[in-house]
T-cell receptor, first 113, second 111 residues
């Protein structure tokens, strides 16, 4: 059974903290993605990666960075968490090709207080 | 750049009634379209996808969607819904190896 695993389902962090969200996939996929989900806005792409050590900005990269040191792991970093980053964060992975399916993790609900 | 618009944010429907969730996309030479479903407290899973060929695409759980190039639409339909279909549904278009999502439609099935 294919799997994308996010390290935490729920997180509560304080304003100004550095926050790490971890994602691991076991499908040997080249592509990995971080999305943010907010009511009425759907899923918005924060960052994506086509290969190890490669990253590209999505639509809303401000306040975030990412790291991909190994093919199976893609980390999202909030350098200094703010209350407007309270949201659901979804990680996904996919193989190469425009029509390939993306597989999603369960999501991490982050609350910044 | 591609974009996707889901025309209804919420769709309430009674059990065993038919349902249509509407999705429009921005025009492009070639287009790959997807519908995903998100059950409460879960991630997204693929319902169906259109890559090419037949414009009527069948997916899991009795859902189907019709690709209409002239109207740039990809509406999702089910002839008879169940309580268990209550979820949020997302339409998406592929662009440069990533997926661009619509705003989502909450389907609420009532007994």
């Amino acid at each position: 059974d294919v799997k994308v695993t996010q390290s935490s389902r729920y997180l509560v962090k304080r304003t100004g903290e550095k926050v790490f969200l971890e994602c691991v996939q076991d499908m040997d996929h080249e592509n990995m993605f971080w999305y943010r989900q907010d009511p009425g806005l759907g899923l918005r792409l924060i960052y994506f990666s086509y290969d190890v050590k490669m990253k590209e900005k999505g639509d809303i990269p401000e306040g975030y960075s990412v790291s991909r040191e190994k093919k199976e792991r893609f980390s999202l970093i909030l350098e200094s968490a703010s209350t407007n980053q309270t949201s659901m964060y979804l990680c996904a992975s996919s193989g190469v090709g425009e029509g390939t399916e993306a597989f999603f993790g369960q999501g991490t609900r982050l609350t910044v207080v | 750049a591609q974009s996707v618009t889901q025309l209804d944010s919420q769709v309430p429907v009674f059990e065993e009634a038919p349902v249509e969730l509407r999705c429009n996309y921005s025009s492009s030479v070639s287009v790959y379209l997807f519908w995903y479903v998100q059950y409460p407290n879960q991630g997204l899973q693929l319902l169906l996808k259109y890559l090419s060929g037949s414009t009527l695409v069948k997916g899991i759980n009795g859902f189907e969607a019709e690709f209409n190039k002239s109207q740039t639409s990809f509406h999702l339909r089910k002839p008879s819904v169940h309580i268990s279909d209550t979820a949020e549904y997302f339409c998406a278009v592929a662009q440069g190896g990533k997926l661009i999502f619509g705003q989502g439609t909450e389907l609420s099935v009532k007994p």
